[in-house]
């Protein structure tokens, strides 16, 4: 209850921060940042840094979700516009939504809405739901990536493979990035049977017109399978932890 009522406060406290983590695509001639994905923090008075595992579902249980998804818009869509003023904006953001806001009609034009009165564009942002809140309500879910999308915004299928999405599922959403859950790439290269999950999956993906990121990656061994596979995105603590913006400013500042 307590850490409910300081939840709610925790914005206009100055509390909470978006960190921000890169996303890589792998080319020949080096490896560019395409996007950032934004990841909230709290700093709490006492308890320190609380986790957004524990926060977020404390936020969907009662209801605070809403006000801290459009404190993230606000915030991504402020950070966005400095670095449009200093021509460094990344081509993407990414902004987490949780499963329980995947199923309010209503949610896209409340996204779009916050973005453009924040003064920002829609087609800066992604938007990332995970393939089991995707599967919840399948018909206001796609509902909601099909408005979305319709207003130039990326949609990215989060932590994919834990799911159990169909094909024929997976063909109506209107996504453009596809993302490999931690779990399929902690043990690669060595363990055979992820390394197939991992190829059947980038190859489901591309069969549908949809690009790859790897999630988690953090060796040269994952790094150098994935590319070989031809996994066109890369994220994980090899090529960059979550930053501040600051620090994240002076990353894309030194890449431009
Ligand atoms: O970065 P970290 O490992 O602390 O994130 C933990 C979890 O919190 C991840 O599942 C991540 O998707 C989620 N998360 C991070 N930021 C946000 C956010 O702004 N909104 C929502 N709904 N989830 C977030
Ligand atoms: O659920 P989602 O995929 O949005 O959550 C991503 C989470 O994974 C974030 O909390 C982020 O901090 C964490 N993360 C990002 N890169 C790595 C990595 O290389 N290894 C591990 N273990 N976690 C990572
Ligand atoms: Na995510
Ligand atoms: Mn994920």
Redo the contacts with the bound molecule.
């Keep these: 209850i307590r850490l409910e009522q300081e939840l709610k406060l925790a914005a206009e406290r100055g509390q909470l921060q978006?960190?921000y983590?890169s996303q890589f695509s792998l080319t020949p001639q080096g490896n560019i940042i395409t996007g950032v994905e934004?990841?909230?923090?709290w700093h709490h008075p006492e308890l320190g840094m609380v986790?957004?595992?524990e926060f977020?579902p404390l936020?969907e249980e009662t209801g605070l979700?809403r006000p801290?998804?459009e404190w993230?818009i606000s915030e991504a869509s402020r950070q966005a516009i400095i670095w449009e003023q200093e021509s460094i904006r990344p081509a993407r953001i990414s902004?987490?939504?949780?499963a329980v806001?995947l199923m309010q009609q209503g949610l896209a034009e409340q996204i779009v809405t916050h973005i453009v009165n924040a003064g920002a564009s829609p087609d800066w942002f992604e938007i990332?739901v995970?393939e089991t809140a995707a599967m919840n309500q399948p018909d206001t879910a796609i509902d909601i990536m099909t408005s979305l999308a319709a207003q130039g915004i990326y949609i990215a299928i989060?932590?994919f493979g834990t799911g159990y999405s169909s094909l024929a599922y997976l063909k109506r959403l209107p996504a453009q990035h596809l993302k490999i859950d931690i779990a399929f790439i902690r043990d690669l290269p060595n363990n055979a049977e992820d390394a197939v999950i991992v190829r059947t999956i980038i190859a489901m993906a591309h069969s549908l017109g949809l690009k790859v990121v790897a999630e988690g990656v953090e060796t040269h061994e994952q790094l150098q399978f994935l590319r070989q596979e031809g996994c066109d995105m890369i994220q994980g603590y090899l090529l960059g932890k979550?930053l501040t913006a600051e620090a994240t400013s002076a990353l894309l500042r030194s890449r431009t």
């Design positions: 978006l960190h983590q934004s990841l909230i923090r986790s957004p595992a977020i936020a979700i801290v998804t993230v902004i987490n939504i949780s806001e990332e995970t989060d932590d979550p």
